[in-house]
């Protein structure tokens, strides 16, 4: 559940994407002028007044949050740190590898940080001007930010969980009470919870939630869903993976689930998890989050970073790989793999004409980028070309600053259960950054975008505003007769996490690819966590390891490489 822009358009093809040399920036837009009711001069005024009082107030928070939960015992908790401490126990290298990684987002900036771990120099190249990736996010003229995605970290999210410990950034995480709120379409303004009791191991608190729920599902529609998960309770991950070739609503009539199951529960489940409908997606993926929910006591409780993701937690990773010897540079841009006539990599040539070589290259951006990277010699490899099937989704994340605190609302991430909108919250109560007692921002995941990415900013809010006259129908107008926006940005991401349809397992590459000394990471490679935050990190540490594994191999094409370089340049005896 994590979630950027170009220009006003959408883009479809290969051949439209190459004209951006291999990057989707995001473009971060701010807008007021359009707002009928408000003048500039009197916009200006209120955010200065805002700004003024917000930094007279910032002593003054008091955040209501749950304690960390005891994670620590769990089996895929445990596993995470084992991984970990691979790197730190792993015999140091005589001569370290210089290891170069195209992609600081957090991949590239996880592969990084386990690589120094090991002991050897990673080379982090980042092609824009901030860290993160999915997680950038980019202060205002007003001093606010506003970010590419609504991030959320769950319980069930062990790789993450360790990075913060490893960082000792636990206190950085703002731990809610274990809920999940649902708004109800047809009460406006209304929510319907699932409350999972601290006092009862998984899987039961997760059953009782649900059967203590009466206001989405009736009786009868609970037990024939339960009926239908029986196979994935007992057929276990093979199950699971033999479901990727089925959409959620086809998995759904297979079982004989009702169509009201979906209605009130997958559609805003599909949304949060992929951006996409359960007619696209693809079961597997919403198995495995059911599967890590009800199988960890703690796995779906929920916990918000305490302000913006590039300071505090891409930062904190920045200056671990730093103190260890690595480096990590901004503004540097990948744009050719250059290759060896044996078809390995050459060097990573960059857009300002610069060089980087290594004794092993990774590519951590997006696969959608990298496609476009892809080097004509390689396009034929069936490792690469299965990548064809890979495709990132788009999706619009949405800020609105108004002019008053909002009372229907909770310190929580909420469902909007909307049909432009997946899930939403006020930042102003839960973030302790973004924290302000007397006015709401609300940031809002608007998804599916497919047919929104191109429009207009101030058709989108319009949109937005309209779903949250239901969501807050006392409070909010689509008109603004009652709450005024003060301002808003909106932040597209023209192609997102990859888009987990049906059959797309079999295209997901593992981090290691068939090139020698040439690696990848990102979360649509192959690791169990999917398109997230967790897959991302969980994907740098497997690359990383990969690499640290065939470290002999790495050092000794290196070698090679150098003789033949002196080879060349001993002058020959006429």
Known sequence: MDTGCLSSMNITGVSQARSFAGQFPTRRCFASSHLASFAVKSLVLRNKGRSSHRRHSALQIVCKDFPRPPLESTINYLEAGQLSSFFRNSKRPSKPLQVVIAGAGLAGLSTAKYLADAGHKPILLEARDVLGGKIAAWKDEDGDWYETGLHIFFGAYPNIQNLFGELGIEDRLQWKEHSMIFAMPNKPGEFSRFDFPETLPAPVNGIWAILKNNEMLTWPEKVKFAIGLLPAMLGGQPYVEAQDGLTVSEWMKKQGVPDRVNDEVFIAMSKALNFINPDELSMQCILIALNRFLQEKHGSKMAFLDGNPPERLCMPIVDHIRSRGGEVRLNSRLKKIELNPDGTVKHFALTDGTQITGDAYVCAAPVDIFK?????????????????????????????????????????????????????????????????????????????????????????????????????????????????????????????????????????????????????????TKQKYLASMEGAVLSGKLCAQSIVQDYSRLSLRTQKSLQSEEVEEVPVAS
């Open 372 to 524: 476009l990277l892809v080097p004509q010699a390689w396009s034929e490899i069936s490792y690469f070309k299965k990548l064809e099937k890979l495709v990132g989704v788009p999706v619009i994340n949405v800020h609105i600053w108004f002019d008053r605190k909002l009372k229907n609302t909770y310190d929580h991430l909420l469902f909007s259960r909307s049909s432009l909108l997946s899930v939403y919250a006020d930042m102003s109560v839960t973030c302790k950054e973004y924290y302000d007692p007397n006015r709401s921002m609300l940031e809002l995941v608007f998804a599916p975008a497919e047919e929104w990415i191109g429009r207009s900013d101030a058709e989108i809010i319009d949109a937005t505003m309209e779903e949250l006259a239901k969501l807050f129908p006392d409070e909010i107008a689509a008109d603004q007769s009652k709450a005024k926006i003060l301002k808003y940005h909106v932040v597209k991401t023209p192609r997102s996490v990859y888009k987990t349809v049906p059959n797309c397992e079999p295209c997901r590459p593992l981090q290691r690819s068939p090139i020698e000394g040439f690696y990848l990471a990102g979360d649509y």
